[in-house]
Structures are given as structure tokens and as C-alpha cells.
């Protein structure tokens, strides 16, 4: 079992930014990758972006690319995402999400997760 927890997030005015964290935990678990998704009032979940957890894969949804940066720190189990030049459009539930191994899936996919953080809101005012 992992637990995950997100914090950051909040209010910013468009063209602002913003930093949102997830720390993993739980009893022996490993880690192959982690994600982030988000979620729009009144639409489907949406994937953001992903890290490989022991190469530094990252991988990018191309409506964030450019100006979201993944990063994480191994040692604490920890993912960040740093969101730049913040566009109204970004606002929504943001999901943090873990994936403990390998799998033919692309970790692009919501059902490649198998733990998921509660969720944080982030809202972009214009």
C-alpha cells in the first residue's frame, strides 16, 4: 500500500506561477513512476505529465509542455511539479499517482496507476 500526499496548489493570476509536491509512503514499496493528471470542472480527467523514477524519463502532455516542469527526489520519494506562465485553462483538481512496476502500458495512461494522491486544486484566474 502507498500512501500519497499533495500539497501546493492554490490561486494564481494567469501568466503567474505555481509549485505542487506529492510524497509517497508506505512500507516497502517501490517505485517505477509517477504522474500527474488533472481534472477540469465538468470534464474527464486528463493526463499532465510523468517521471520515470531511476532513469529522469519525463514525459509531457503537449498543452504543459514548455511550461511545466517535472522533477523529483528519490530520497525523500517525492515528485514536484513547477508550473509556469499559468493559462486559465490550467485550473482543475490536480492528481498525483504512482506506478510501482513496469508494464507495456504508457505511464500517459490513467489506468497505468495503481495509487492516487487526494487531489489538489489549482485555479488560474484570468
Known amino acids: 500500500q502507498v500512501q500519497l500526499v499533495e500539497s501546493g496548489g492554490g490561486l494564481a493570476q494567469a501568466g503567474g506561477s505555481l509549485s505542487l509536491s506529492c510524497a509517497a509512503s508506505?512500507?516497502?514499496?517501490?517505485?517505477?513512476?509517477m504522474g500527474w493528471f488533472r481534472q477540469a470542472p465538468g470534464k474527464e480527467r486528463e493526463y499532465v505529465a510523468h517521471?520515470?523514477?531511476?532513469?529522469?524519463?519525463?514525459d509531457y502532455a503537449a498543452s504543459v509542455k514548455g511550461r511545466f516542469t517535472i522533477s523529483k527526489d528519490n530520497a525523500r520519494n517525492t515528485m514536484y511539479l513547477q508550473m509556469n506562465s499559468l493559462k486559465p485553462e490550467d485550473t482543475g483538481v490536480y492528481y498525483c499517482?504512482?506506478?510501482?512496476?513496469?508494464?507495456?502500458?504508457?505511464?500517459?495512461?490513467?489506468?497505468?496507476?495503481?495509487?492516487w494522491g487526494q487531489g489538489t486544486q489549482v485555479t488560474v484566474s484570468s
Open positions: 499517482a504512482h506506478s510501482s512496476t513496469w508494464s507495456t502500458s504508457a505511464l500517459s495512461e490513467f489506468l497505468r496507476y495503481d495509487y
Open positions: 517521471i520515470t523514477w531511476n532513469s529522469g524519463y519525463a
Open positions: 508506505g512500507r516497502q514499496f517501490s517505485t517505477y513512476g
